[in-house]
């Protein structure tokens, strides 16, 4: 049969996206900016014109754009399997345990269950955290950010054996966002004062589920969870019957450059990791991992099932991601660039006042904008305007975020060049 393709005009495409899209569904920059991206390989996009985009926004590509071991991955699966059964593949198993070996030897963090994106992990490690506890209570912190969908099971009169889910309405206790340039707590000992909050809440809270805190705050505004913090934390929520979540969608898979996991940073064990993003390079493959005991706990009456989660095309992808970033030593070379970077930009902040902070880990970089640096009023018109002028001046993606829009974050891929670093910084 002949195949019958046309080529769209951009105005075209422009017209398809106003009729056919809500505004507010996120295509995300498509509102204010209607760029159409047609290519990616390693650091860059290239839009229909040709022109080439370093891109610093993504963190999806960790490994690079396109790379062309993942896309052989895919597409020889493809050919031979290119669903999930409901039984056995070797690359749902063999990702589990290369998955699992990713985490600090002892551990405990060996039971994987493979979803599609970082909402659904953190929506199911609410429900792990409910199946092994009669406690609704959930902590998060100030400006976290876990995901974006409503809890669907409570909308399915249809229900597979989900004794202990009903009803599992949480009750949310916030904590102030541990941060250490602009919140209440500052120097040496806020990892510790911001954890005395966690230990109050526990108290307020009387009986606690869970704990959710990302091991490296993104949307929040790159807020790095300061020394001592999690220890305190999750010791705290322990004593209170909880389990400790470790949201590692942004953070992990080495974009922390020392460490594969950001929570290694702070010497901690979570009792379930969830993560998605970096993990199938683009393709959606997204997983919790958790403790034989958790998961035994949810076991005990309940059934999980997603129709995609794990199936065979996006764990090859999952499987060349983990053999790239080993074999092309990109957590070496995050903490390297990533450490340049930084120093750079701690540099050009002494020089000029509105640069109030710059901070990360490895290649997670924010660059705090301030009107005064006494004040702290937020840069926030100015930040989006640098923003606006890196895109269309020097052709360099970078995303705000924060909880006053004053934050430029970098989360490139990790092939990220020294090269790339320099035009970043020249511009
Ligand atoms: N958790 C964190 C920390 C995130 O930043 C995000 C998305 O940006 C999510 C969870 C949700 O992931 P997804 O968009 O894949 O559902």
């Known amino acids: 049969m002949q195949r019958v393709e046309r080529a769209l005009s951009k105005d075209e495409i422009l017209k398809l996206r106003r009729k056919h899209f809500c505004p507010a569904q996120s295509i995300s ?23 080439s985009y370093l891109d610093t926004r993504n963190n999806v590509c960790h490994v690079g754009h396109s790379h062309p071991r993942v896309a052989r991955a895919v597409a020889q699966q493809v050919e031979q399997l290119n669903t999930n059964t ?4 070797p690359n749902l198993c063999l ?16 039971v994987c269950f493979f979803v599609n994106s970082g909402s659904e992990a953190n ?69 510790e004062r911001y954890a005395a909050d966690v230990a109050a809440a526990c108290k307020r809270a009387g009986s606690v589920a869970a704990f959710f805190v990302e091991s490296g705050m993104s949307v929040g505004g790159v807020i790095l969870p300061p020394p001592g913090y999690l220890q305190s934390a999750y010791q705290s929520v322990r004593h209170a019957g909880g389990v400790c979540v470790a949201d590692e969608v942004q953070v992990g898979f080495g974009r922390f450059g020392d460490y594969f ?6 010497g901690v064990t979570p009792d379930i990791v969830t993560m ?68 750079r930009l701690a540099e050009l902040a002494q020089r000029h006042r509105w640069i109030g902070d710059v901070r990360g880990q490895g290649l997670f970089i924010g660059i705090e904008f301030v009107r005064d640096r006494d004040t702290l009023e937020p840069a926030t018109a100015e930040t989006s305007d640098i923003c606006s002028r890196m895109k269309d001046e020097h052709k360099i993606l970078m995303s705000i975020d924060g909880p006053h829009d004053n934050v430029l974050v970098m989360k490139p891929p990790m092939c990220f060049s020294q090269a790339d670093a320099e035009s970043m910084l020249n511009a």
């Open 261 to 266: 996991w950001a929570f290694e940073q702070q």
């Open 95 to 110: 990702l589990a345990k290369r998955l699992t070996e990713t985490f600090p030897t002892g551990s405990g963090l060996e």
């Open 123 to 191: 929506d199911l490690a609410t429900r792990l955290a409910f199946a092994r506890s009669r406690s609704r209570n959930i902590i998060v912190v100030d400006h976290g950010y876990h995901g974006h969908t409503q809890q669907t099971i409570e909308i399915s009169p249809y229900k597979f054996d989900h004794k202990g889910g009903e009803g599992a309405k949480p009750n949310i206790f916030k904590v102030p966002c541990p941060d250490t340039f602009r919140g209440p707590h500052r120097g040496e000992d806020a990892g």
């Open 276 to 343: 998605g993003k970096p993990f199938g390079n683009g393709m959606p493959l997204a997983a919790v991992v958790t403790t034989k005991e958790v998961s035994d706990a949810f076991h005990n009456g309940l059934e999980y099932f997603n129709t995609f989660g794990g199936n065979p095309v996006c764990c090859a992808a999952g499987l060349a991601v983990l053999d790239i970033i080993r074999e092309e030593k990109l957590q070496a070379h995050a903490a390297e660039v990533g450490g340049v970077l930084r120093r």
């Open 29 to 51: 920059y498509a509102n204010t900016d209607p760029l159409l991206i047609l290519r990616g390989e390693g650091s860059y996009l290239y839009d229909e014109a040709g022109n």
């Open 86 to 89: 409901r039984y056995l593949h």
